[in-house]
């Protein structure tokens, strides 16, 4: 099974920062989706970037997708301490696969 | 609200008992999954439904049996579950149109003991 991985496993910023968090797969993909999970609550879908889609944004989150190099980055701008959560990429092959997050903390 | 429900949120139990964790989503969705979450945070997909039919059933032990009532529910049911039972799973659902965009229950966290 095509599960996304994300890197780094834990990010901690201060108030203001900007995060960047990557996620690489393995195989073609039609797109490709990031997640937050806040501790405790389920997932929360953040943003979907099709394959034929280079750069994505919504709000403060700006998603790129490189095919050639199957890799995906999330860049959360001017993060806030509520940006604090366990973030998740997944690709569909046939249906979702996730990786095991990237731990974001915000410091205030 | 409109939202995916689960029931209970947390669930602790004895070695050998059986038990079960509900589903239900009022978002007119017509495709529910259940998800095992295990200690890396790694989700792994268990079973999925359409219109109350399985259409995925992952390498999961028989001691599971998803059961779906009608297209808002998805109930999981565990017999004699194991301490490698213990996990977080979440329940979601999707519109078949729009598959890719999964909506999640809170989560149910069920201990084994």
């Known amino acids: 099974s095509q599960q996304g991985e994300e890197d780094p496993q834990a990010l901690s910023i201060q108030e203001g920062e900007n995060a960047t968090m990557n996620c690489s797969y393995k195989t073609s993909i039609n797109n490709l989706q990031w997640y937050r999970q806040n501790s405790g609550r389920g997932l929360v879908h953040l943003i979907l970037i099709r394959s034929n889609e280079r750069e994505k944004h919504s709000g403060r989150l700006r998603v790129t997708l490189d095919t050639s190099k199957k890799s995906s980055s999330l860049l959360i701008t001017a993060s806030r301490a509520a940006d604090t959560a366990s973030y998740f990429c997944a690709t569909d092959d046939n249906d979702m696969r996730f990786g095991a997050g990237t731990r974001l903390t915000v410091k205030p | 609200d409109t939202a995916v429900s689960q029931t209970p949120k947390y669930l602790v139990t004895q070695m050998g008992n059986d038990k079960s964790i509900k589903c239900e989503q009022n978002?007119?969705?017509?495709?529910m999954y259940w998800y095992k979450q295990d200690s890396k945070k790694f989700l792994k997909i268990m079973f999925s439904?359409?219109?109350?039919?399985?259409?995925i059933n992952e390498t999961v032990p028989n001691r599971f049996s998803p059961k779906s009532p009608d297209k808002a529910h998805l109930n999981l049911h565990i017999n004699s579950l194991e301490l490698g039972d213990s996990a977080v799973y979440f329940c979601?659902?999707?519109?078949?149109?729009?598959?890719?965009?999964?909506?999640f229950g809170p989560g149910t966290r069920l201990t084994v003991l």
């Open positions: 978002l007119g969705h017509d495709t």
């Open positions: 979601a659902s999707t519109y078949s149109g729009k598959r890719n965009e999964q909506f």
């Open positions: 439904y359409n219109n109350k039919e399985l259409i």
